[in-house]
């Protein structure tokens, strides 16, 4: 198909805004899937996706629609499709999906409103210089203020009101004309069918049978079956034994040519063979210079992965590097713990992306898991002004080893209602806020812009949110820098021994606060044994909480009945004995669940 009939496009909203059921309805308004295939949710082919009813994976499909219209001439145009994930943390899913595009549906409720996710997506994409076209959704809603949020949109993203289109991707309503908007206001791709291969990866998964599948768009050249390509990132050589589309059914093809978006199997089946975002190119006749690929992704929160009963740590590796390929946002390394043996140092974009993919791990794999509770990444500046980073906190070395700690910073964009301001201003002084600026999107609409060390909001502060505002605060963060703070490292001993994976850093002004609140929790997550179990909290050698578990006990004088009491005495003492002897060697266990409790779940 011509160049000029090609639209790549891809779909940006907040998270429940109705990106998925929008695509839904641009598939069978198309008749890209048969009615009695058709299915809620249809490019979310992940188990996962649909239980929890949010976008994971940027998914695509190519579709084709006869255009009838005369703004642009009329016939039959090759739309492709990249739906994307809403939640802020998996914004490296649409930065990538934006670099294979040129243009993007701004989705909003038209209830909701705009929210944080819309701005920060919307802002990609004038940042990648694609084309926008504003689409106000869910106008047969009650509640539904379709030319409110028209002139929201306008006043906020300079977006005219006049232009955004009003649809419902529930019943259709609205779609055939948002389909003509595609084709009429969406630049068609620039490339060349004649000039060497140029095409990007900017997604690639594992087929049991077939290698790795690479999903790509050509920028420049065709590249057709057979033929013999190179991945210039690492300068292998493969044959592309296959190439085609998503219809959205995997659709082979002869071959494909500038402007299109599809896949390519060259038989591959060493993962690290392919990065996400490098360049393919003909190994006889190459491109001059590999396109730019993508910034690496800034993980902000690390965890530690251990193999758990049943599973070895090469078992782990391995579901780690398959999973790896399908989401290069997380990365892993080798680590060990005395208390759990040899694991993996994983990071995130955040604490969804986190459970995600512990989730993953756990379902497509088949390995089980102890995870230990996540931290944020910390910055220390020695004696010599050399600043190194630490990503956990049995890292930390003695106080007298560096001058200062640094914690990361994030600026945050949050969407309240009006009446809600003085309660998110409660909230961001606890977690030790600094207001920076705070803007109107209407008269009951407000963005508040903070600053806050991220360690203080990762775990539980969207929560607070939303119960804050009845469910209708929304936010949107961005890592900015470090910033050196009064931080310490609070350690938790069990049975007088340090357990690495349970120590946290925190504000020295909350550790005493901190070290009573997890060590009570603690004390009810691991069962009472045979001896009695000090649990405490110590900043350094100070010890500044402490609870006890106490011993399981045999009534070792049930069968004492009369007699002097200083044979019951006597039986008691050679209890306590044996006790004090069993404590010296004895192991406490330490479930699962006591992990997860270094987790602050606010300030009960």
């Given amino acids: ?316 590796r391995e579901a780690l590097e398959k999973l790896w390929l399908n989401d290069s946002s997380f990365g892993f390394e080798p680590t060990s713990s005395a208390a759990l043996g040899t694991g993996f140092r994983c990071g995130f974009l955040g604490l969804l992306h986190m459970k995600i993919i512990q989730e993953r791990l756990e379902r497509e794999s088949a390995v089980d898991l102890v995870q230990t509770a996540p931290t944020v990444p910390y910055e220390l500046l020695l004696p010599n002004n050399k600043v190194i980073k630490i990503e956990s906190p049995a890292d930390m070395p003695s106080p007298d080893k560096f001058l200062e700690i640094r914690e990361p910073m994030i600026r945050a964009e949050i969407v309240v209602p009006a009446r809600s301001i003085g309660a998110l201003m409660q909230l961001a002084d606890e977690r030790r806020g600094t207001h920076k600026k705070t803007d109107y999107l209407s008269t009951d609409r407000v963005v508040l812009t903070y600053e806050f060390p991220m360690g203080e909001v990762i775990y539980d502060f969207y929560d607070r949110l939303k119960s804050l505002t009845s469910g209708y605060g929304t936010m949107n963060y961005e890592l900015t820098n470090y910033k050196a703070g009064d931080l310490v490292k609070l350690d938790i001993l069990v049975n007088a021994t340090p357990v690495d994976a349970l120590s946290v850093i925190v504000h020295r002004d909350k550790a005493e606060i901190r070290g009573r609140r997890l060590i009570t929790r603690l004390r009810k997550e691991i069962s009472r044994h045979q001896f009695e179990i000090p649990l405490q909290a110590a900043v350094g050698s100070k010890v500044i909480a402490r609870e006890t578990i106490k011993a399981v006990r045999k009534d070792v004088t049930a069968k004492c009945y009369g007699g002097d009491v200083s044979r019951k005495r006597k039986l008691l003492e050679k209890q306590k004995e044996g006790k004090k002897r069993m404590k010296q060697v004895g192991n406490v266990t330490i479930p699962q669940e006591a992990f997860m409790s270094v987790l602050d779940p606010g300030d009960e």
């Fill in 1 to 316: 198909m011509d160049i000029s009939r090609i639209r790549n496009f891809s779909i940006i909203a907040h998270i429940d805004h109705g990106k998925s059921t929008l695509a839904d309805r641009l598939l069978e308004t198309c008749g890209a899937v048969e009615k009695r295939d058709m299915r809620a949710q249809y490019l979310d082919d992940m188990e996962l996706e649909r239980e929890m009813g949010i976008t994971i994976k940027a998914n695509r499909a190519t579709l084709r629609h006869e255009y009838k219209g005369t703004r642009v001439p009329a016939g039959e145009y090759m739309l492709n499709l990249i739906d994307t994930p809403g939640h802020v943390d998996f914004h490296y899913e649409v930065s990538r999906a934006l670099a294979a595009c040129e243009g993007v549906l701004l989705l909003v409720d038209a209830s909701q409103g705009i929210e944080a996710q819309t701005l920060a997506n919307a802002y990609k994409a004038v940042e990648a210089g694609l084309a926008i076209i504003p689409v106000i959704n869910k106008i047969d809603l009650p509640a539904a203020r379709p030319h409110d949020i028209a002139e929201e949109l306008e006043n906020t993203l300079s977006l005219p009101a006049e232009e955004a289109i009003f649809v419902s991707a529930k019943s259709g309503m609205g779609v055939p004309e948002l389909l003509d908007a595609i084709v009429e206001r969406l630049p068609p791709p620039k490339g060349d069918s004649t000039k060497p291969l140029k095409a990007l990866i900017y997604d690639a998964k594992v087929d049991p049978h077939r290698g790795v599948i690479c999903h790509i768009r050509v920028f420049d050249g065709l590249i057709a079956r057979n033929d013999k390509v190179q991945l210039m990132g690492v300068g292998r050589e493969y044959h592309a034994t296959d190439v085609g589309k998503f219809f959205p059914k995997i659709t082979s093809l002869e071959n494909l040519t500038a402007g299109d978006v599809g896949y390519m199997f060259a038989g591959i089946k060493t993962i690290h063979d392919v990065n996400i975002g490098d360049t393919v190119t003909h190994a006889s006749n190459p491109c001059d210079a590999a396109l730019p690929g993508y910034h690496p992704p800034q993980q902000m929160v690390f965890c530690d992965f251990f193999p758990g009963p049943g599973t070895t740590s090469i078992q782990l």
